[in-house]
């Protein structure tokens, strides 16, 4: 009956009202944060064992960081046995020779320090016991590499890429390429320009290869929230997809050049061709999310509901009324598996959502929870828990502080608030607060966790203000929430990569244009370095779009976007140890998917990756 009561005054009263705040401070709100409905049958998927990518050796080259040799650095498998072995072989005009005098078996890297001064083949021997097996081949040119190295894709007719995903389209175990341009963004807080403007996806293999075009057309306003995709292998046959929304040609337009109204489709495409194979309803527009530009807030995701078959999550809501499909791929359809609707759990999940979607399994049960935010779903397409703080511009799920059990997530809360919980950490099992900021926050808009200080425990969570808020303080607080520093002592929530050798984390400096500068517009480009440390990379050139472990060992690529090109810029620094590459962290890897749609947030992996 109290149960009841409780849920009556707050639907009649804001959770931020008098009732509300009351009911917080006598211990009573956090009850109703919990789902208390029956729960949906679990999801049985299409796959009898999960459905993964296939990933070769990842082995890249690179001048070694005294100019005079050949730095090559390859990936560690997530099959590979404990005790594996490494080999490096190189090919000058048909004659074959092994470089390494003893196996390598501390890191996956070695620089060959005598190499041709023309063009040499490259390839790795993995030995387990008595089987050994080879790697793919690559071909170097000595006198063609630079520093820092990079590899480039010439895109067609001079676009500039806005967004990218990675994924192998063609199943050779190489992540391919896929943009979206013009790099232009349109938010639906604003008028949209009526200058026929249209997005455009488009796909390249790792070569270079260009593959297909799709224009998405008018109906599709060039905007981040309303042309949201994705790309992986959703139908388990080694080759990857492309899960997008799109519209039909009865779009409707108001004034401002708002669309209002028409059909709109989560689509799949081939990922070679671009051919469409499958599409259904996007979750449909209603006043229920709010007015036009609440309802324009749509996202897409991925998760492993059954623990083996990749979903698709189509999305829309983000400040009030929040809705999520889950759909499984597979023989040509699309086949719907559950739909949550945020206001069968209302009011303490209404504005909970954040501006990405990130998946992973919290509760140990083998199959994949989402993170709304402030919230988090489980597997069947119920409500696991929500913070009832609000809506998150920032929300990461990692282990925090490898001091406590399991998973926790940081939150940089955007609204007001006043309950010392504006940048937080809770139990991502139960969300659960562990800690808060103990003071008023007024427009926390951007955040970050990482391992900056190897003097303090876990991973450090810093956060800034937003001007917008009437406050710009930042904060530093360390994985327990002690405060480490504030305002100008507090490093930069965007753009952090593990690059050198080692576990601290750095972040990039220098020229903060759109393109990082180049030959083509002055300037040094930027540099990657040690918050208050050493510069250990310089001369980074474009708008950077993506940081991952795309290649080579488990340490990060930067991918960035220039004028008709895109560029790889990849580490040429000496590993010191070895560990299985990042992308097959399922958490890492749902961060990574992300970063083609929404907001971006730097990927962290589901385990505690720092000193």
């Known amino acids: 009956m109290k149960h009841h009561l409780i849920t009556a005054l707050l639907i009649l009263t804001s959770v931020s009202g008098t009732i509300a705040q ?51 650095n390859w990936r560690l498998l997530q099959t590979d046995a404990e005790g594996i072995i490494f080999n490096v072989f190189r090919s000058v005009n048909g004659k074959k020779k092994k470089l390494n005098r003893k196996s390598i078996s501390v890191t996956t890297d070695f620089s060959d320090n005598a190499p041709s001064a023309g063009k040499a083949s490259y390839w790795i021997e993995s030995v387990e016991g008595k089987k050994s097996s080879q790697s793919e081949i690559i071909e170097v040119d000595f006198s063609g590499l630079q520093s820092p190295g990079y590899r480039s894709i010439i895109l067609k007719n001079g676009v500039t890429a806005g967004k990218v995903a990675v994924a192998d389209l063609n199943g050779d175990g190489n992540y391919d390429f896929i943009i979206r341009h013009p790099n232009s963004n349109v938010d639906p807080g604003v008028a949209t320009p009526d200058d026929g403007t249209t997005y455009k996806i488009e ?176 597997d069947n397409g119920t409500l696991l828990w929500s913070s009832g703080l609000g809506h998150p511009d920032k929300a990461y799920l990692t282990d925090i502080d490898p001091r406590r059990p399991g998973m926790e997530v940081f939150l940089a809360i955007e609204p007001f608030e006043e309950t010392g919980y504006g940048v937080s950490v809770l139990d991502a099992a139960t969300g659960e607060r562990v800690w808060g900021i103990g003071h008023k926050t007024f427009h926390v808009g951007d955040g970050m966790v990482a391992d900056i200080d190897p003097s303090t425990p876990g991973l450090e969570c810093f956060a800034s203000e937003d001007r917008k808020g009437g406050s710009t303080d930042k904060y530093l607080l360390s994985s327990d929430g002690q405060r480490l520093a504030s305002n100008d002592d507090v490093p930069p929530c965007r753009n ?80 010191s140890d070895r560990k299985i590459t990042l992308m097959q962290d399922p958490i890492y890897r749902s961060y990574v998917l992300q970063r083609s749609q929404g907001y971006p947030q730097a990927p962290v992996p589901g385990w505690y990756l720092g000193e």
């Not at 990518?53 to 080259?61: K, P, S, T, V």
């Open 203 to 378: 796909a390249y293999l790792s070569d270079g290869t260009w593959l297909w075009t799709k224009d998405l057309g008018l109906g599709t306003e060039p905007g981040v929230w309303y042309s949201p995709f994705i790309a992986y292998d959703f139908d388990g046959d080694g080759k990857a997809e492309i899960a997008l929304k799109t519209t039909g040609d009865d779009y409707l337009k108001n004034e401002s050049g708002r669309i209002y109204g028409g059909i709109e489709y989560l689509t799949v495409l081939d990922g070679m061709t671009g051919k469409e194979l499958a599409k259904a309803e996007w979750p449909e527009r209603n006043f229920r999310y709010g007015n036009v530009n609440r309802q324009n807030r749509n996202q897409i995701g991925m998760a492993y509901l059954d623990g083996k078959t990749p979903s698709i999550l189509a999305a829309r809501g983000t400040y009030k009324l929040m809705v999520v499909d889950a759909w499984q791929f597979h023989d040509g359809k699309l086949e719907r598996q559950w739909r949550w609707d945020g206001d069968e759990e209302n009011p303490v999940v209404r504005s909970q959502g954040a501006h990405n979607m990130v998946s992973g399994d919290v509760d140990g049960d083998g199959r994949d929870e989402i993170l709304l935010g402030s919230c988090m779903l489980d």
């Open 496 to 575: 952090w990569i593990w690059w050198d050798a080692g576990n601290i984390r750095q972040t990039f400096f220098g020229d903060d244009n759109r393109w990082g500068s180049d030959s083509r517009s002055g300037g040094n480009g930027q540099q990657i370095g040690y918050w208050k440390g050493e510069k250990i990379a310089h001369e980074i050139y474009g708008d950077i779009i993506m940081i991952a472990d795309l290649m080579g060992d488990w340490r990060e690529e930067v991918v960035t976007s220039l004028p008709g090109e895109l560029r790889i810029y990849h580490t040429q620094i000496p590993a």
């Open 22 to 72: 009351d009911l917080r401070e006598r211990h009573y709100y956090y009850e109703i944060l919990t789902p208390s409905h029956e729960p949906k049958p679990l999801v049985e998927g299409y796959a009898s064992k999960r459905v993964t990518e296939n990933l070769n050796r990842g082995l890249q080259a690179a001048l070694s960081v005294d100019g005079k040799g050949v730095y090559l």
